[in-house]
């Protein structure tokens, strides 16, 4: 399998080297030169999660061999997950299915791709494995961050600095960061939001001269964002297997399509289960959930990308994003791999903030994609709502995404089966749902999540135990415009 460029300014490679690479350095993702197709025959539902995405993975990485690729996926996926099914599908009624992808050591959605990919990048170094360490370097809006920290934590030949909006995460999350213990990771708190986060450190991996430094210090650049095809390639895998988990839980039958739901910010989540579909996955419509922060509503709408619009802090900071890294990939496919395009709307966007895509796509991906958002109240009102129903507890994401789903069905009738990610641990935004439950404002996350297990009876989940107590190894807090210094000075 070959990769290229969505600015077409690079040569094709294979999958190591994008994976080492994290990023085109000079500008631009990597992307499969095509998507090789998978029969629903290949799969079965008697099938173990690590044996799904082995057959889903191998199709991608083919210049890893067998054994390398399945002895990455065992170790990744074991006694870390809470749950021996790793990814369970609760079913919230006969025609709609919870994906609960927080079972890893941080209980987010970015465990099912940060337990995998610091092994597949460790793998892609190995021709280089005496000369060269790499610095992986993050920006964060919130679960990426404690999630790459743990992933690639004491992994010999690694750093890891990850770059998180001081006031733009909630407190359990910055404590989850600011407590990771490891001799190779950094937490650095950022005076600016997540899109200041991202774009400094995508100036750092285009830099020329931080790059030149770099070597001189024996280092190359790495990055564990979803700008990474090694962090997308393991979430392609889970939508198969949810597929799998609908059929078993009869909400499907094998064959049937399907909606999925995705609640999201950098578009890295819902574009695996685009590239899914590409692969063969049976999807009727992909429903793109926002929260205020609504710029991906408004581009599925309307074909404009305008970032120049009020940032809102919210009650589910990983979706507070205007800029989504991914969305470059699904307009490459769009374009059908018009590299030069891709370039006149990213040339656009820098230079005017803004940008409107040709007619014709815009056509395409509104046939297949839809975009809703929630706002606060709407939010809480959904946590209420469900457990009231079911006694059964949802995040401050995964709230967005089943508002903008049940508002989805009721515009549109297409009560087609669905599948909606659940992204996060309940307990990661306590004082949030805690809220949504009681109409109750408690301004510490901590006694708040004391108050939520009291008030449901559901456990907090073992890598949130005692998050209180833990020693703050990570104190760090800059301005945006000193990250390259930082980078540089921790080479």
Not at 102 to 111: I, Y
Not at 349 to 363: A, G, V, Y
Not at 456 to 469: A, K, M
């Amino acid at each position: 399998m070959k990769y290229m460029s969505t600015r077409d300014n690079w040569q094709e490679s294979e999958s190591r080297e994008v994976i080492r690479l994290g990023m085109v350095p000079e500008g631009g993702l990597f992307v499969p030169s095509k998507f090789p197709a998978i029969s629903l025959e290949e799969l079965k539902t008697g099938l173990s999660y690590k044996d799904c995405a082995y057959k889903i993975m191998n199709k991608y990485l083919t210049d890893y061999d067998d054994y390398e690729l399945k002895d990455i996926i065992t170790r990744s996926y074991g006694s870390n997950f809470t749950s021996p099914d790793i990814a369970p599908l609760y079913k919230y009624d006969d025609i709609t299915g919870f994906l609960e992808l927080w079972h890893g050591p941080t209980a987010a959605f970015k465990d099912m791709a940060l337990q995998c990919m610091p092994r597949l990048l460790i793998h892609a170094l190995h021709p280089f494995k005496e000369s060269v360490k790499v610095m992986i370097l993050v920006a964060t809006s919130g679960d990426t961050g404690k999630a790459a920290l743990e992933g690639f934590k004491n992994m010999g030949g690694t750093r890891i600095i990850t770059f998180y909006p001081e006031e733009g995460v909630s407190i359990i999350q910055k404590q989850q960061m600011v407590t990771t213990n490891g001799m190779n990771t950094r937490a650095v708190g950022v005076k600016g939001n997540f899109d200041d986060c991202q774009t400094a450190v995508k100036k750092s991996f285009q830099d020329k001269n931080l790059r030149a430094k770099a070597k001189q210090k024996g280092y190359i650049f790495s990055s564990a964002n979803s700008i990474n095809w090694g962090r997308l390639v393991p979430q392609i895998a889970y939508y198969f297997w949810a597929y799998l988990q609908m059929a078993n839980s009869r909400i499907i039958r094998i064959g049937d399509q399907v909606n999925i739901c995705v609640p999201t910010g950098n578009f890295g989540n819902i574009l695996a289960s685009y590239y899914a579909y590409k692969m063969g996955l049976p999807v009727r419509r992909f429903i793109c959930a926002s929260n205020k922060n609504n710029i991906l509503t408004d581009f599925i709408n309307t074909g404009d990308y305008n970032v120049k619009r009020t940032f809102h802090t919210t009650v589910s900071p990983s979706m507070d994003i205007l800029i989504s890294s991914n969305l470059e990939r699904l307009i490459f496919d769009l374009l059908e791999q018009d590299g030069k395009r891709v370039c006149d709307y990213y040339d656009r966007l820098k230079q005017e903030q803004s940008f409107t895509m040709d007619p014709r796509p815009i056509n395409v991906m509104q046939k297949l994609f839809y975009g809703g958002y929630a706002g606060e109240e709407d939010t809480f009102n959904m946590i209420a709502d469900v457990f009231n129903k079911k006694g059964y507890m949802l995040d401050t994401h995964t709230a967005v995404g089943f508002y903008v789903l049940k508002n989805y069905r009721e515009i549109t009738k297409d009560m087609t089966p669905a599948l909606l990610t659940a992204t996060a641990n309940p307990y990661k935004f306590p004082a949030a749902v805690y809220y949504a439950l009681t109409k109750e404002k408690v301004l510490d996350d901590f006694k708040a999540l004391k108050l939520l297990t009291q008030k449901t009876g559901i456990p907090v989940p073992r890598s949130l135990l005692d998050i209180e107590t833990r020693d703050v190894t990570n104190r760090d807090v800059i301005n945006i415009e000193d990250i390259r210094t930082y980078i540089e000075q921790n080479l």
